[in-house]
T-cell receptor
Framework: QKEVEQDPGPLSVPEGAIVSLNCTYS??????FMWYRQYSRKGPELLMY????GNKEDGRFTAQVDKSSKYISLFIRDSQPSDSATYLC????????????FGRGTSLIVHP | DTAVSQTPKYLVTQMGNDKSIKCEQN?????MYWYKQDSKKFLKIMFS???????INETVPNRFSPKSPDKAHLNLHINSLELGDSAVYFC?????????????FGEGSWLTVV
């Protein structure tokens, strides 16, 4: 079992839909949780990060962490075709190596 | 201005050749990385440098040698290229105090070994 599991998709939704992207993990020591967006032929770019459990909102994006279930989510409201990309979750512990462990990414397609 | 730039973007080369990928960041960060993304999209850390010093060296063949002439540059040299080295290589940077929470990636270098 990989430390971070993420369904590769693709996830196809109509424009305007609410999108839910998820990751599960096995390492209970993870404390920081990140979401990156990667467009085709581009590098990942950070969308947001959260510390420990709870929610964080940034515009149309909401990140949610449930440490008891070892489950994190990214919600995208009013999805747009420009949101079509691969979304990678990443997470790391608070001590030791600060290098995050990445999920393999979920491919999202928002069609008009 | 491009924050993290790497060259070349595309590289096709034959097995056994030696090649280099250059990376520069203009964000003033003190930590730089090389990541490898394979065909299944897994993003794996290869090396990390902090203030020109190697701090992370994951299980990577000795044929891969990073070099950091200064804090703003981290180059990757690969000797005796093999078919399995075909992948996308990302350079990245961050500020040490933020840990790995805020990493800025370059646009990637697509390496194809034939």
């Amino acid at each position: 079992q990989k430390e971070v599991e993420q369904d590769p998709g693709p996830l196809s939704v109509p424009e305007g839909a609410i999108v839910s992207l998820n990751c599960t993990y096995s390492n209970s020591a993870f404390q920081y949780f990140m979401w990156y967006r990667q467009y085709s032929r581009k590098g990942p770019e950070l969308l947001m990060y959260t510390y420990s459990s709870g929610n964080k909102e940034d515009g149309r994006f909401t990140a949610q962490v449930d440490k008891s279930s070892k489950y994190i989510s990214l919600f995208i409201r009013d999805s747009q075709p420009s949101d079509s990309a691969t979304y990678l979750c990443a997470m790391r512990t608070s001590g030791g190596s600060y290098i995050p462990t990445f999920g393999r990414g979920t491919s999202l397609i928002v069609h008009p | 201005d491009t924050a993290v730039s790497q060259t070349p973007k595309y590289l096709v080369t034959q097995m056994g050749n030696d090649k280099s990928i250059k990376c520069e960041q203009n964000l003033g960060h003190d930590t730089m990385y090389w990541y490898k993304q394979d065909s299944k999209k897994f993003l794996k850390i290869m090396f990390s440098y902090n203030n020109k010093e190697l701090i992370i060296n994951e299980t990577v063949p000795n044929r891969f040698s990073p070099k950091s002439p200064d804090k703003a540059h981290l180059n990757l040299h690969i000797n005796s290229l093999e078919l399995g080295d075909s992948a996308v290589y990302f350079c990245a940077s961050s500020q040490y105090e933020t840990g790995g929470n805020t990493i800025y990636f370059g646009e990637g270098s697509w390496l194809t070994v034939v």
